[in-house]
């Protein structure tokens, strides 16, 4: 089965007698009352519920309805539900900081918003009223004076879909925001379903889904690459899915021990989180054969954990780099041998391999003048894509400003080398002065096993700031001091913990804010020109 409209997506697969069981590691947050145990039927009756009680809020084919709440997968149920009802869903991170979240609202000026009265609340603190910039707001988990209660609104008749052309707006994400406010990214049916869903549905050999797997993704599920990844793994029908939304390893052991994933999606930086599982006795991660993950690099220590606590005689690690706008552009395999201590460099995690064959063309140009540079040069990286989104809400200008005819400006920085594959160095805005912040922070992690992450902060005339991340918010100096020989200089280390480090809802450190909180300095030494 190939999906096509998100609208009934739950209702054909349950057609087709889909038998895929659905296990939550708590409830939805639209349905707490109906446990952690799904099958694909019952999510479908879901969805139709949902679309009647957002339909009976107001909600009318045309419209903007935003969603803003707590991780979980339901924001792609909720997003399904839209998308029935003809409305345009738009799914924005709760995790996002208040004044991002009104902004955004402003140039969403949606005609529906169903949030939680906990989000309400905590951007009321913060000064920002997100009522203020739509029509009707629906609660989740209550009502407040000026809105409606989800509960309020059950028992409606279920509207029948609405289609829509597959070149109109079916959905709207933002990006993950590391280096200021979120764009929002709009996809239509056709970039996003048809060409990168539907791509994800073949049953390669080794890499694709089997009916007897068993799923995991631990996302960010306000993105669009969860809306991408719904589409094809309820088509591609496995034996179980098991939806994770925490990052506590203590909390998931017990779920994913009842039924061990065979494939595991997660954000980098929950893979950084769970990887002490690794290292248990009988770790659930033993029945794994791929890893995928996308968003960011994940350092050669966290794959090496991974791919040895298996007990797969040769499992994968799949890395996939895109962006929102464009989905992926290139996929790397990582294996055993490659991540293994005393690897060449060129098995880094910062190879990103080669373009996505058939569907992904790439280029590396000069950053002054745009001119095609031979193989081997560092310059920026422009990609060609057929899956590439139709435009940002409220930013017609800054869209236009990252086309160059049929190419688009990724914005990062990094160098083509002869076999086709692609290096990245750096976030232009985040470069470092004349060598890589993100290959220094690679080496400091494998040097540093204790580092769960490591952070440079480059500005103009001086030395980085690496920002250490530990356990406990410690580092042993002369351990320090050992690391970075032979590295670019480097001011001296603060060391943090994990949870005192600014993030976006993909985990990704939001490296503009912790170098204004840690430097009272903006300035990098990129122009920024293409964030």
Not at 71 to 77: E, I, M, P, S, T
Not at 204 to 219: C, E, F, Q
Request: proline share 8%; charged share 25%; with cysteine.
């Amino acid at each position: 089965m190939k999906p096509h409209d998100m609208g009934v997506l739950f209702d054909e697969c349950a057609e087709r007698g889909h038998d895929t069981v659905i296990r939550l590691d708590r409830p939805f947050d639209i349905a707490p009352e109906s446990g952690t145990a799904h099958s694909v039927a019952g999510l479908a009756a879901l969805v139709q519920d949902m679309a009647s009680r957002l339909a009976a809020a107001g909600a009318r084919p045309g419209d903007r309805v935003a969603i803003v709440k707590d991780n979980h997968w339901d924001y792609d149920l909720l997003a399904c539900a839209a998308v029935r009802i003809g409305a345009l869903p738009a799914q924005l991170s709760g995790d996002l900081p208040a004044d991002a979240l009104g902004l955004l609202l402003e140039r969403l000026r949606p005609a529906l918003l169903v949030t939680s009265s906990g989000l309400l609340e905590r951007c009321r603190t913060e000064g920002i009223d997100l009522l203020s910039a739509t029509g009707v707001c629906v609660l989740l988990d209550g009502e407040l004076p000026g809105t409606l209660a989800l509960e309020a609104l059950q028992g409606r008749p279920v509207p029948a879909p609405r289609r829509r052309h597959d070149d109109e707006p079916l959905i709207i994400n933002h990006t993950s925001g590391t280096t200021g406010v979120p764009k929002l990214v709009v996809h239509s049916t056709r970039t996003i379903i048809g060409k990168l869903a539907r791509f994800e549905t073949v049953r390669y050999p080794k890499i694709g889904v089997r009916r007897g797997d068993t799923l995991l993704n631990a996302s960010a599920f306000s993105h669009g690459r969860t809306f991408c990844w719904t589409a094809s793994a309820l088509c591609l029908a496995p034996r179980r899915i098991t939806l994770v939304t925490g990052q506590d390893p203590d909390a998931v052991d017990p779920l994913l021990r009842e039924a061990p994933p065979t494939i595991v999606e997660a954000l980098p930086a929950t893979f950084v989180r769970f990887r002490p599982l690794t290292a248990r006795l009988d770790t659930p991660f033993r029945d794994v054969r791929l890893y995928i993950s996308t968003y960011d690099a994940v350092h050669p220590p966290t794959l090496r954990a991974y791919l040895q606590a298996s007990r797969v005689r040769a499992p994968l690690w799949m890395q996939g780099w895109g962006q929102t706008e464009t989905g992926p552009l290139t996929f790397r395999f990582h294996t055993r041998r490659a991540v293994a201590d005393g690897a060449p460099a060129g098995a880094g995690a910062r190879n990103l391999g080669r373009p996505v064959p058939f569907k992904t063309r790439l280029r590396v140009v000069d950053a002054d003048t745009l001119a095609p540079l031979p193989r081997g040069r560092e310059g920026l990286v422009l990609v060609r894509t057929a899956a590439r989104g139709l435009a940002y809400v409220g930013e017609d200008g800054r869209w236009a400003a990252k086309q160059h005819g049929t190419w688009w400006n990724t914005g990062d920085l990094g160098v083509r080398h002869r076999d086709g594959s692609v290096r990245l160095l750096d976030r232009e805005v985040d470069r470092g002065h004349r060598f890589s912040c993100l290959a220094t922070e690679d080496a400091v992690e494998d040097r540093l096993p204790e580092v769960l992450e490591c952070v440079l902060l480059a500005a103009p005339g001086e030395p980085p700031l690496p920002v250490v991340v530990t356990a406990d918010g410690t580092l042993d100096p002369a351990r320090w001091a050992e690391a970075v020989v032979g590295l670019p200089a480097l001011r001296p280390p603060t060391v943090l913990t994990w949870d005192e480090i600014p993030r976006t809802g993909t985990g990704k450190v939001r490296r503009g804010a912790l170098r204004r909180r840690l430097t009272g300095r903006a300035d990098t030494c990129g122009s920024g020109r293409w964030t």
